[in-house]
Structures are given as C-alpha cells and as structure tokens.
C-alpha cells in the first residue's frame, strides 16, 4: 500500500488545515501512460503530521451521496479518492466518464481518471477535495450547490450541448474515432479520408445551399406548396399594417413569427384579435437578426398537436409530439411557484441528458397568463393544469413525449418525400395535427416548417416514451462501424527521418495512389513532400488526420512525446519498437485485434502477428528496416 506522503513533506496547494496534498496535473488528449484514453493525471498525498480519518470514516459521509460506493473496498485513501473522482465526474448527468488508475510510488500516489473537457475536470478534482476535507473537519458541504456550478461549466464546454455530446458518446461506443477542430469550431468523426466533420447534426457532406434555403421561410412554403403537401394559409409582411390585413383576410386565429428564425424565438400561435397581433408583431420584430430584413410570416393558425418528424440520409427515423409547459396547482402556492419547483425536479436539469430543460419566464408567457385572467402570482386550484405557452417551445421548457409508433404510413411517406429533396443528413419537420396516427390526406393536418439542424435529445431522451438512437442512424449513414471510421495507423517509438522516407517510398511503390501522411520528432511529409514542423508535437498528428485524402498515417511516439503530451489517436495497425523502454511499451496495449507488433531488443526480433509468435536474431548487417518493412503488408 502507498505510504502517500509527499516526499520532501512541503504543502503544495494543501492549505494549513489540510491533510491530504494534490499536485502536478496533467492534462491528455489521448491514450497515455496512465490510461488509454483521455485523462487528467495528478499527484496524491497526505500532509505529515495531519492524520486523515480513516477510509470508513469517508465512506460514510460518501455513501449519503453514492451507497455504490460504500459497498466496496479501498485499498488506500488515493484510491477510495480517484473512484470519487471518477463517479462525481459524470456529473449526475450520466456522462461516459467511467476509467481511473491509481499507480502507487513510495510517498504519494499518482492518480489518473478519464477526462473529457480539462477545466471541468480539474474543477472536479478541487470539488472533491474539498468534501473529503470538509468531511474531515466535520464541516457542512453544500454538494448540491457546487455541483450545479461543475454542470453549468461542462455544458458551455465545446461538449455540452445535447446534440454534440449525444453523437460523441455514441460515437466513442462504436469506436469511432472523434476530436474538435479548435481553429474551425468543428468535431471531427474518422480520420482521413474517411472523416466527416460537422456542427451538432450538420456536416461537411450537407449542401450549404439546401441548408440555407430551409432558414427561408417563406420560399421552402412556396416550395412545399409545389409538391403538393399542407401548408397553412398566409403570406409575408413587411410591416404591422401588412400583418393586421392579412389576418383580417385569413381570419383568426393566426401565428405569427419571423421568416428567419429557430427555436422558435419570435413564434406566437393563437393570435386572436388585432392587440393580440400588434404584441406578436412586436415579438417577431424583436427576433430578427439586425443583418435581415423585416419579413414576417402570418399564417392561419390551425388548431391540434405540434409533432417534429426526422429523417436521417433522407429515410424517415423518429417523431416527437411536443407539449406546452404547464403546472398543476396545489391551491397554496403561486404560478411562480409552482414553476420554481418545477424548475427543481431533475428531469430539468437542463444538462445535455437530461430530458427537459428549465422552464423560461419571459414577455410572451405573462402576456398568455393574462389572456387567461391569470398572472405569476396567482394560486389556483388543486388538479388544475395550467398551459404557461401557447408554443410548445422545449428550450423554453415544453415537454416531448415519443411518437414514433404511432405515426400514420402516409405520414412517414411525407416526411421522406420532403427529405428526398434535400441533400441533407438530417431534416426536421415540423407538422401540426390532431393526431399523427390518421393519414395527412384525411385529418387537419399542416405543415409548419422544416429545419436542417434539428435537435436529436428529444427523440433520444424524450420525457415520456421509449427512446429513439438517432445518434446512432446520424453515424451510420457515414460509417457502418468503427473500423469503417479509421485509415491504417503504423506507430513508431524511434524513427529517423530517412527511416521514415524509406518506409513511405516503399509503401507508395506498392500503392502509387495512396496518399500517405508521416511524422517524427524531426519531420512532417506528405508522401515524399515535407510539410511544416509545429512545435505541439500532436498538433502535426491532427493536422495529418484531418487531411481529407490521407489513406495511411506513420507517426513516431517515443518516451518522452508520451510523457509530455500523450498520443493523439488510440489504437495502431502496426506497432514497430526499437529497444523500447518501459514507457513506449504502452503502445503494444493499445493495438487493435490482428494488428502487427515488431519488437527489436538488441539483436533479437520478436514478431507479433494475427495470434502467433515468432522470435529469432538479426543477421550481421542486416537492417532492422528490412525486418518493418516486410512486414508492413499484413495491414
């Protein structure tokens, strides 16, 4: 067991009434000494002279929160404190965040847990640390608190949007590999030229020109209209003394929102009359981006259920009935109330799992209170129900309830012909009827909109109802599993750059037509063409696996790159070790199944390949490239 005293017996970071130590932190991207994946790696020790409370004592207090754990051994504090690392890490969100090591050294502890995004993930080191010293001082915590803070930090992270992170996990389950492009704003799934890089569920493969055409409100009606297919009745307006004619002219009720738009900002459905309208005109108004012009859309507005259909790579997958937010009144507490205690259940927690999100108080919610004589600070009855909107808004709170296996055939056959003329990965559409299980040829049914970034949590995580994988139908339009994602990777732990120039003609004399990218510690080539050297050894790996037409990747990886910085990918085809040290062995650990491992020790060769075993000894003068090289068609 790890005596875990730091070794020169000087606080750190600890503060005077401290007794454990945590420093030295480090941040991987990848696969590292410590784990094979992303982790944040730190050091762990207690102060001399400071006794902690013993294991049990935190079990304890820790098993309140998580009685998983109290069901369990630990064989020190190190270790008891990186699994509670590990499990607040997901958040209460249910994050994949699940892989921790501890490595024991004489007077600490080096610790390393599974990380996705670095800065909520040191947050949560320093959270823990404080509760295990508060727990120590028999001091109050206030968990709740803290860790609303730690989930508000990881979703404005680049991962923390449901979408995002809905098609990164999936992502990471199939063994696809994934990253952010920081310079672009964009993730990447594959390497090479077998990527696609994307926004939530727009990618590279979308047409910008379809894409833009679904913001345009009006012209995708005209469009819809030529096809065939219910729309509602109305027309554009310029401005208020527009829209008030053409709501006399179609007859209220009407909605009213502006032709450049989501999420619904802006959407008022129900208008009753001319005050009501000259409110939502205002409210359209407002949502227009200053760069547009004034364009809004007023419509008849029809009576029945809001329902979102999606079509993935243009076939029919998902369909979401989407409700209002409402409360229920207790006869005691107010509608404000009554919201915040909504507002408290952990179905909204508005994090990027979590089925609802906050419901939102604004102008336009007041102002549907008040048509119906109410306000935020009425009471009403027990058993009431009380719509808060007449727009079932889920950003603004509503609620999505799975529909997918009721919906009508004819309805299914609507929604594929309207994606069938996108060249779109995903297509929302957006339809308003009495129920989705009759045919749109026969009930009161009408087409809203359609959007070409939808969101995927509500099919995937709706409130009611089972769930839909859209994550999974969006990945594999693109790939049909994880090996379909990835291009040949040969890992290297030493390799000159004439070693590395060999090896690329001798790979493009087999195959002219391959584009080949290759780095060292010296070098950077595509084919034989040598590129710029940046300084962030990784930097040069992504850059490479970014290429659109690489068809295989050589990249060396030796001690002290993995030390410092870790590897940009997981897995190697090919792994070719020269006198490797402890360190660079841990690029053997993460080979795929049927990869080639070529370790020489000295003079002795030990060859790896498709199970079997095959050892013998350099002859004189024979070069060790002959030995890699013949070896390098098995993958």
């Not at 009753?272 to 809004?296: K, N």
């Not at 937010?325 to 990027?352: C, F």
């Not at 990965?425 to 939808?454: H, M, Q, R, Y």
Request: glycine share 6%.
């Amino acid at each position: 067991m790890a005596q875990e005293k730091s070794s020169d017996l000087v606080r750190i970071n600890a503060r005077k009434t401290d007794v454990f130590d945590i420093f030295n932190f480090k941040h991987y991207l990848g696969p590292n000494p410590y784990l094979d994946t992303g982790a944040l790696v730190f050091d762990f020790a207690l102060i001399e002279y400071r006794k902690p409370l013993a294991i049990a004592d935190y079990i304890s207090s820790i098993g309140d929160r998580y009685p998983h754990l109290s069901e369990q051994t630990y064989e020190s504090h190190a270790n008891l404190f990186a699994q509670v690392v590990s499990e607040v890490g997901k958040l209460d969100m249910g994050l994949h965040l699940n892989r921790w090591n501890v490595k024991p050294y004489a007077n600490y502890a080096r610790i390393s847990v599974q990380s996705l995004h670095e800065r909520t993930s040191r947050a949560v080191v320093y959270f823990v640390w404080d509760w295990f010293e508060a727990i120590t001082q028999d001091q109050d915590f206030y968990f709740d608190e803290e860790l609303l803070t730690l989930q508000k930090q990881f979703r404005q992270s680049v991962y923390g949007g449901p979408t995002v992170y809905a098609l990164l996990r999936t992502a990471c389950e199939k063994g696809i590999p994934t990253f952010y492009l920081w310079d672009e704003g964009l993730m990447q799934y594959g390497h090479g030229k077998k990527q696609v890089r994307g926004v939530a569920t727009t990618f590279d493969c979308d047409s910008h020109l379809d894409s833009d055409f679904t913001t345009r409100k009006d012209d995708c009606k005209i469009f819809l209209q030529t096809l065939g297919l219910p729309i509602a009745e109305g027309d554009i307006v310029f401005s208020e003394k527009e829209a008030l004619a053409v709501a006399k002219e179609i007859r209220y009720p009407v909605a009213v929102k502006p032709v450049v738009g989501h999420k619904g900002i802006g959407v008022t459905a129900g208008v009753q009359d001319s005050r009501e309208l000259e409110s939502a005109y205002g409210r359209a108004l407002a949502a227009i981006p200053e760069d547009q012009p004034i364009r809004i859309i007023v419509e008849k507005s029809i009576s029945g259920t809001d329902f979102r259909l999606l079509c993935v790579d243009g076939k029919f997958v998902a369909a979401t009935e989407r409700r209002p937010a409402s409360v229920v009144g207790d006869g005691y507490l107010t509608i404000a109330e009554l919201i915040r205690q909504e507002n408290r259940k952990s179905a909204r927690l508005d994090t990027p799992t979590s089925p609802m999100t906050k419901i939102q108080c604004d102008e336009a919610m007041e102002l549907y209170l008040y048509e119906q004589g109410l306000s935020l600070d009425s009471v009403i009855k027990k058993g009431r129900t009380v719509s808060l909107r007449k727009v079932a808004n889920l950003s603004a709170g509503g609620i999505s309830i799975d529909a997918t296996p009721t919906i009508h055939h004819d309805n299914i056959i609507l929604a594929q012909d309207i994606a069938q003329h996108f060249r779109l990965t995903c297509l929302g559409i957006d339809v308003i009827a009495e129920n989705l299980s009759e045919s749109w040829k026969s009930g009161n049914f009408a087409i809203l909109e359609i959007n070409a970034a939808p969101g995927i949590l509500m099919h995937l995580n709706p409130a009611v109802g089972e769930s839909v994988d859209v994550p999974s139908h969006i990945l594999e339009t693109f790939f049909e599993s994880g090996i379909n994602a990835r291009i040949p990777i040969i890992t290297f732990n030493k390799i000159s750059v004439e070693e590395l120039q060999e090896t690329i003609d001798y790979i493009l004399s087999q195959h002219p037509d391959w584009t080949i990218g290759a780095v060292c510690h010296d070098a950077v080539f595509v084919n034989r063409s040598k590129k710029s050297l940046h300084k962030d050894y990784n930097s040069n790996v992504r850059t490479l696996l970014r290429h659109p037409k690489l068809d295989l990747l050589i990249a060396e990886y030796e001690e002290n790159i993995l030390e410092e910085q870790g590897m940009f990918y997981q897995g190697s085809n090919m792994v070719v070790l020269n006198n490797p040290t402890e360190t660079e062995m841990i690029l053997v650990r993460d080979v795929f199944d049927g990869s080639t491992v070529v370790i020489k020790k000295e003079n002795d060769i030990s060859i790896r390949r498709q199970g079997l075993i095959e050892d013998y000894t350099l002859g004189d003068d024979e070069p060790f490239t002959r030995v890699y090289l013949k070896e390098i068609g098995t993958i």
